[in-house]
């Protein structure tokens, strides 16, 4: 991909990286911001089947980026133009493999990334969904130090292969025995291997308690140092998106320079809902009738342009408008269809927690034990994303969680386990802060305490 060209106004910088489907290119925004674009291998999208199927899986997500959920890429659009097709995200570099292989990865960021990917998988989990190919290339850092998950559903969908919860697990426990190898410290390893072996017994939310209660042995866990990272990698020169030994990837055109082929977003064309309001593009055998969108997909043109190819002319003229009873009584029956979707599709109450309460430990804590807390949440019964901190008395630094919510559920658990060592006795005691959302607008909070003795 040629540097200085644009795909539906994103300029491309020269930076590329090769990804299962596609390749990856750094692009700047027509607003300047950093942005990432994924040209799809054309034989993956050959296809009608095919190309319904990313559809679908970009259409998933974009539900999911609406709906609040952190920890996924996120995606601007979905364009084509004649036989290319484009997904346009957030900057989408550096990779958790890229920092691996500069040797900028340490055991904290190690321990984050880990912990961050393993909240993702939750909330995607949580919706139904599943990755379907997670490795270090397709986890990518923020210029914040977020980790998200990108290419999430897409290799799978353009295979025409299910993803499941339990492949995401396996992958994630794989991904932390790479990262236990790869990061320094004896007991950063070790516990990044215990993850890696617990991990489809204890599922994903307990090993992350686990990681976060041994954050001792992950100095610099944290956002901070991922995004101190991440900078150190986009200052070094572009490093070549293929082996010396391989021949460079060959690409026509980008849509900016093809004439008559200018993309077209596939994320927002006509389509057909079925009884869920869910969308369903009608295209490929057994549909009599190719749609506009599906033309679109396939041509790459406009749709003033299959309109008028449809006409054998110029776009048509609009026709006067008589106004007649039977136009008056269907404008009339319109805007009572229109007023009472939008009833329907009016968004309920937005979460809020009305309660916090922290139960402690009742028995003495002995020798190397564990502290377990459980923070029960109440709440009003809405889905959305809890953000929270457990402040220990150790003056251990607290670290902002989330925790995704349900519709329905009134009650949310949020567990810390507090590891203790050493001889002798102390009182420990931990506070758990809700800092959003509330029903009052304030943080609310609750603690409790435990003795150990050793």
């Known amino acids: 991909m040629r540097e ?111 912990v961050e ?71 950063a390893a070790a516990v990044l291997r215990w993850a890696s072996a617990a991990a489809p017994a204890r599922g994903l939310a307990g090993v992350r308690d686990t990681l976060l209660a041994e954050r001792d042995a992950f100095p610099g866990m944290g956002r901070d140092g991922l995004a101190r990272a991440a900078r150190d990698v986009h200052t070094r020169p572009a490093a070549p998106s293929a082996p010396p030994s391989a021949p460079p990837p060959v690409f026509g055109p980008s849509p900016a320079d093809m004439p008559g082929g200018e993309a077209v977003t596939l994320l927002d064309l006509p389509s057909v809902a079925d009884d869920r309001g869910e969308v369903m593009m009608r295209f490929g055998p057994g549909v009599p009738t190719e749609t506009t969108a599906a033309q679109i997909w396939r041509s790459g043109q406009t749709a003033a342009a299959i309109t008028a190819a449809q006409t054998g002319g110029a776009a048509p003229r609009r026709r006067r408008r008589h106004t007649t009873a039977l136009a008056g009584t269907l404008l009339l029956a319109i805007l009572i269809a229109v007023v009472i979707l939008w009833l329907r599709q009016t968004p309920g109450a937005a979460l809020a927690v009305s309660d916090v309460d922290v139960k402690a430990p009742k028995k003495t804590v002995r020798c190397g034990g564990t502290a377990d807390f459980v923070g029960v949440v109440e709440t009003n019964g809405e889905a959305g994303t809890i953000r929270y901190l457990w402040i220990r008395s150790d003056d251990r630094e607290p670290l902002e969680q989330e925790q995704q919510v349900s519709s329905g559920d009134t009650s949310v658990n949020l567990p810390l386990h507090w590891k203790v060592t050493g001889s002798g006795s102390f009182k420990g005691t931990a506070t758990l802060r809700v800092l959003s959302p509330t029903t009052t607008g304030k943080p609310m909070q609750d603690k409790g305490s435990f003795t150990y003795k050793c």
């Open 117 to 187: 990917t393993a909240q993702a998988l939750l909330a995607v989990h949580a919706a139904g969904l599943a990755h379907g190919a997670l490795h270090p290339g397709t986890v990518v850092i923020g210029e914040d130090g977020a980790v998200l998950l990108a290419e999430r559903g897409l290799l799978r969908a353009l295979r025409g292969e299910h993803a499941s919860a339990e492949q995401d697990v396996a992958a994630w426990a794989a991904l932390a025995g790479t990262l236990a190898s790869a990061c320094g410290g004896e007991r």
């Open 4 to 114: 200085g060209v644009t795909v539906a106004g994103h300029r491309l910088t020269g930076r590329t990286r090769l990804s299962e489907i596609g390749t990856w290119a750094d692009a700047v925004a027509p607003g300047g911001r950093p942005s990432g674009v994924l040209r799809f291998d054309p034989p993956a999208v050959a296809t009608a089947q095919a190309r319904e199927r990313l559809v679908a899986a970009v259409g998933a997500d974009v539900r999911l980026q609406n709906g609040g959920a952190a920890g996924l890429l996120p995606v601007i659009d979905l364009v084509a133009a004649r036989d290319e097709v484009w997904l346009i995200t957030g900057r989408a570099t550096p990779a958790v493999a890229d920092l691996m292989a500069a040797g900028l990865l340490d055991a904290g960021g190690a321990a984050t990334v880990l």
